[in-house]
């Protein structure tokens, strides 16, 4: 049971280039979430899924795009990377995502250089 | 919508101390949970502790407890016995019941000296 695991751990994009964070999880959860963290700020919600096919904005989507095609797999886009995006990108799963029932299991995170 | 406070940008405690972390919020939920994020210098996010709202009796979890007051929206970390370990970034994270999201506050900083 590998949890969740998030690829690559570092990348540098030059402005405007395109890239896809990868994010799977093999417990079977139907919440899957990206988080953000910047320096010296705590994490921010990009995007999250409550299940296949279901996505939803959280408090920082512009510049990101997300799909959930399978339950195990929640890729996060850069369509054209901006300096304002270099950052620490966090996945995040859980059974339901309610916090009444879950608790969020996070990656390694990965961590972004926009130049 | 919740916002949360976290004072203390660092903090130092010399090994097998205790050490008291605080966190204030302010949410419009009636019904909301409360977390504490342990992040080591490897960067993996720890859930630390959590604390139902409507439950007067203060979490514990092995070393560490929190002192929960509702009334003043205050939800403070205490590590007891504080080992090397324990050097990591603490962050506070409320999260309304039926919410999808968790608010995290700015961290504190830990340093457990030996």
């Known amino acids: 049971n590998a949890g969740v695991t998030q690829t690559p751990k570092f990348q540098v994009l030059k402005t405007g280039q395109s890239m896809t964070l990868q994010c799977a999880q093999d417990m079977n959860h139907e919440y899957m979430s990206w988080y953000r963290q910047d320096p010296g700020m705590g994490l921010r919600l990009i995007h999250y899924s409550v299940g296949a096919g279901i996505t939803d904005q959280g408090e920082v989507p512009n510049g990101y795009n997300v799909s959930r095609s399978t339950t195990e797999d929640f890729p996060l886009r850069l369509l054209s990377a901006a300096p304002s995006q270099t950052s620490v990108y966090f996945c995040a799963s859980s059974k339901t995502g309610k916090s009444s029932t879950d608790t969020q299991y996070f990656g390694p995170g990965t961590r972004l250089t926009v130049l | 919508a919740q916002t949360v406070t976290q004072s203390q940008p660092e903090m130092s405690v010399q090994e097998a101390e205790t050490v008291t972390l605080s966190c204030t919020y302010d949410?419009?939920?009636?019904?909301?949970?409360l977390f504490w994020y342990k992040q080591p210098p490897s960067r993996q996010m720890i859930l630390v502790i959590r604390?139902?709202?409507?439950?007067?009796q203060n979490a514990t979890e092995n070393r560490f407890s929190v002192n929960f007051q509702k009334a003043a929206k205050s939800f403070s970390l205490k590590i007891s016995d504080s080992q090397l370990g324990d050097t990591a970034m603490y962050f506070c994270?409320?999260?309304?019941?039926?919410?999808?999201?968790?608010?995290f506050g700015k961290g504190t900083k830990l340093s457990v000296i030996p």
């Open positions: 604390q139902e709202a409507y439950k007067q």
């Open positions: 994270a409320p999260s309304g019941a039926g919410s999808y999201q968790l608010t």
């Open positions: 949410t419009s939920e009636s019904n909301y949970y």
